[in-house]
């Protein structure tokens, strides 16, 4: 049973704005963090160097498969439609199920308590208004978005430029602290030495700081001329992620050193203080609150997509499937995101609910990129302005790789692991009791 929106979306995205949506949905608050993490598991700056370029480089084989899978199936709903297109309604009842309705608001909730954070620390605010100040920031963003994707598109362009600025401000400072001396950056650190499995094992966090790619392609109704612009943008905007994460990393060792970086709690903070003291924490705050406002409300944009185009399937409440004609958004299914993202932050229970799902988001990666196998086997002759080079290497190499990280996470974080699964199989039979009761 599928209905059809009152409206159809409106392509009104240009190749700027969807490589700013690649960029802003990658860079969160994990690179400001997760870098200390990738040091403590590593024994010198060079390692940390390559852990980065590799886990870059194997994230821009994931992003050119769906840049086909985007110029092929140009609609809102990205991985959701590829795998009912291609595996049928349940395995994509299940991806909305685990994404949609948990990891989409979940992450949303994570990072807006985050932005409350800083954003308490630079005003002065104490914690008690830290989950206040989070709520008023998911409805700040919720309620921009109602005015169709236009509004978004423009806030999301300016607090991506802000954390852009942040990140090149952290690498001049650190090569400003390095002083010349940038080959220390590389050095081994004796003090610090760690196990072969402690080295593979660091591929772990680099690779779920590349994770959100995939929000462009939520948005892929979106675009104008998405059958060029979509490739163009998720290439250009992963690159330059990619740059990003490198120079940043390298800043950071030029700076803090290896072990300064691996000792950090906050290594943005510590990079800034070190050259312009209290005030230099303060402007890195400020560039975190932004980097992460910014993700917030690409998250958002994107799973409400997500959930309008399950309930024009009939497969969410059918009033989230409706498309509002004068603005083009989607708004009962951004209000529903929201709401349940507020839900989320008040009760403080984000933070498990991402630790169940994470399993599920990488295992909704591989499904979606094994769709691109079904699409080349069942369209062999389907004119397609883009394809993967090298098919099928660059897409085995990312599901055997993504694969071999969900094995290591379970195997790290079996009770996580377990749960993600268990909340995926729970899905089955909401899926049979939905269709029962619609």
Same mark, same amino acid.
């Given at each position: 049973m599928t209905s059809q929106p009152t409206a159809t979306y409106v392509r009104r995205l240009n190749v700027w704005d969807a490589a700013m949506i690649v960029i802003g949905g990658v860079i969160g608050a994990g690179i400001f963090r997760t870098p200390a993490t990738v040091a403590e598991r590593t024994s010198s700056g060079a390692q940390v160097l390559v852990l980065w370029a590799i886990g870059g480089l194997l994230t821009l084989a994931g992003v050119l498969c769906y840049a086909e899978l985007g110029a092929?199936?140009?609609?809102?709903?990205?991985? !959701?439609?590829?795998?009912?297109? *291609?595996?049928? $309604?349940?395995?994509?009842?299940?991806?909305?199920?685990?994404?949609?309705?948990?990891? !989409?608001? %979940?992450?949303?909730?994570?990072?807006?308590?985050?932005?409350? @954070?800083?954003? +308490?620390?630079?005003?002065?605010?104490? *914690? /008690?208004?830290?989950?206040?100040?989070?709520?008023?920031?998911?409805?700040f963003i919720v309620g921009v978005n109602l005015f169709g994707i236009r509004a978004g598109a423009w806030m999301q362009n300016i607090f991506t430029v802000l954390k852009l600025a942040a990140i090149a401000l952290l690498v001049v400072t650190g090569l400003v602290l390095a002083r010349g001396h940038l080959g220390s950056a590389l050095a081994v650190d004796t003090a610090h030495p760690v196990a072969s499995w402690a080295f593979v094992g660091a591929l772990l966090p680099v690779l779920f700081a590349y994770g959100g790619f995939h929000y462009l392609n939520d948005l892929a109704g979106e675009v104008r001329n998405p059958q060029r612009t979509l490739p163009r943008a998720l290439g250009m905007g992963m690159a330059g992620v990619v740059l990003c994460y490198v120079l940043v990393n390298f800043a950071y060792l030029a700076g803090l050193g290896h072990a300064g970086l691996a000792a950090?709690? #906050?290594? #943005?903070?510590? =990079?800034?203080? $070190?050259?312009?003291?209290?005030?230099? *924490?303060?402007?890195?705050?400020?560039?975190?609150? +932004?980097?992460?406002?910014?993700?917030?409300?690409?998250?958002?944009?994107? %799973?409400?997509?997500?959930? $309008?185009?399950?309930?024009? @399937? %009939?497969?969410?409440?059918?009033?989230? %499937?409706?498309?509002?004609?004068?603005?083009?958004?989607? $708004?009962?299914?951004?209000?529903?995101?929201?709401?349940?993202?507020?839900?989320l932050t008040l009760s403080g229970s984000f933070g498990q /609910?991402?630790? !169940?799902t994470t399993v599920g988001e990488w295992l909704a990666h591989v499904f979606g990129i094994a769709t691109l196998f079904w699409y080349r086997k069942h369209f062999i002759?389907?004119?397609?302005?883009?394809?993967?080079?090298? !098919?099928? =290497? =660059?897409?085995?190499?990312?599901?055997?790789?993504? =694969?071999?990280?969900?094995v290591a996470t379970a195997i790290q974080s079996p009770r996580d692991a377990g749960m993600s699964l268990v909340i995926i199989a729970l899905g089955v039979p909401a899926y049979y009791g939905w269709r029962r009761w619609a």
């Amino acid at each position: 049973m599928t209905s059809q929106p009152t409206a159809t979306y409106v392509r009104r995205l240009n190749v700027w704005d969807a490589a700013m949506i690649v960029i802003g949905g990658v860079i969160g608050a994990g690179i400001f963090r997760t870098p200390a993490t990738v040091a403590e598991r590593t024994s010198s700056g060079a390692q940390v160097l390559v852990l980065w370029a590799i886990g870059g480089l194997l994230t821009l084989a994931g992003v050119l498969c769906y840049a086909e899978l985007g110029a092929r199936r140009p609609q809102a709903g990205g991985t !959701y439609v590829y795998l009912r297109e *291609a595996f049928g $309604q349940l395995p994509a009842f299940l991806f909305g199920w685990t994404m949609a309705l948990i990891n !989409y608001p %979940g992450s949303v909730a994570a990072v807006a308590t985050t932005f409350a @954070d800083y954003f +308490c620390a630079v005003a002065g605010l104490p *914690a /008690l208004y830290v989950k206040p100040v989070a709520v008023g920031a998911i409805a700040f963003i919720v309620g921009v978005n109602l005015f169709g994707i236009r509004a978004g598109a423009w806030m999301q362009n300016i607090f991506t430029v802000l954390k852009l600025a942040a990140i090149a401000l952290l690498v001049v400072t650190g090569l400003v602290l390095a002083r010349g001396h940038l080959g220390s950056a590389l050095a081994v650190d004796t003090a610090h030495p760690v196990a072969s499995w402690a080295f593979v094992g660091a591929l772990l966090p680099v690779l779920f700081a590349y994770g959100g790619f995939h929000y462009l392609n939520d948005l892929a109704g979106e675009v104008r001329n998405p059958q060029r612009t979509l490739p163009r943008a998720l290439g250009m905007g992963m690159a330059g992620v990619v740059l990003c994460y490198v120079l940043v990393n390298f800043a950071y060792l030029a700076g803090l050193g290896h072990a300064g970086l691996a000792a950090s709690h #906050a290594p #943005a903070a510590d =990079l800034m203080r $070190q050259l312009f003291g209290a005030h230099g *924490a303060t402007v890195i705050a400020v560039g975190i609150a +932004c980097s992460t406002f910014g993700y917030c409300n690409i998250a958002i944009a994107g %799973g409400a997509r997500v959930l $309008q185009t399950m309930g024009a @399937d %009939g497969m969410f409440f059918r009033a989230a %499937g409706r498309i509002e004609p004068r603005t083009r958004a989607p $708004q009962i299914a951004l209000a529903a995101l929201g709401l349940w993202a507020i839900v989320l932050t008040l009760s403080g229970s984000f933070g498990q /609910l991402l630790d !169940y799902t994470t399993v599920g988001e990488w295992l909704a990666h591989v499904f979606g990129i094994a769709t691109l196998f079904w699409y080349r086997k069942h369209f062999i002759d389907e004119p397609s302005p883009y394809r993967v080079p090298f !098919y099928p =290497l =660059l897409p085995l190499l990312f599901v055997v790789t993504v =694969l071999s990280v969900i094995v290591a996470t379970a195997i790290q974080s079996p009770r996580d692991a377990g749960m993600s699964l268990v909340i995926i199989a729970l899905g089955v039979p909401a899926y049979y009791g939905w269709r029962r009761w619609a």
